[in-house]
């Protein structure tokens, strides 16, 4: 049944592809990742960076968003003057200088102004308490619904063309 590995590729695709993504809610931040899911509550959350990726920044460890890649050369040459401003304060370093990450034209940059926009106004309006880091939860699970699909069209498309 040659149908088996082109669902297989296709699925792979989008696994690799649409799958991942970064969902801010009032809890906090997920990254869902291909293999793994990561919930980041707000008052665990110590820094947004953007070097290669977006990550945020624990005192449990950095974790980064599969979803939200820094841009590449010609992600930067592509950037308007109006991609530095209006982003959050916390993301301007030494004389207004910003990392390529952070231009909101990027997705590493788009995620990142949500993330650090929306964590800047709890700290702002009381809700997240700054200083409780070391005790939050950050949790992390398997994707084991993707992880186990793809496994059985891998293993489908395998015997679909050794049998």
Do not use: C
């Not at 401003?85 to 990450?101: A, D, F, I, K, Q």
């Not at 995620?111 to 800047?120: E, G, K, L, M």
């Not at 699970?141 to 186990?148: D, S, T």
């Amino acid at each position: 049944m040659p149908l088996v590995p082109l669902v297989a590729l296709g699925y792979l695709a989008w696994w690799l592809a649409w799958y991942p993504a970064v969902v801010v809610s009032s809890d906090g931040v997920a990254l869902r990742n291909p293999l793994l899911t990561v919930q980041v509550p707000w008052n665990a959350l110590i820094m947004v960076d953007t070097k290669y990726a977006l990550t945020l920044v624990t005192p449990k460890g950095k974790f980064a968003a599969w979803a939200a890649p820094a841009p590449g050369i010609f992600g930067v040459q592509r950037a308007q003057p109006g991609h530095v401003r209006g982003l959050p304060e916390v993301t301007y370093g030494p004389g207004e200088s910003v990392r390529p990450g952070d231009l909101s034209n990027s997705d590493s940059g788009a995620a990142a102004f949500h993330v650090r926009s929306r964590w800047a106004g709890l700290i702002a309006s009381g809700a997240v308490a700054t200083g409780e880091a070391d005790t939050a939860t950050v949790t992390k699970r398997p994707n084991w619904p993707v992880l186990v699909a793809a496994a059985a069209l891998v293993v489908a498309s395998v015997l679909s063309l050794t049998g």
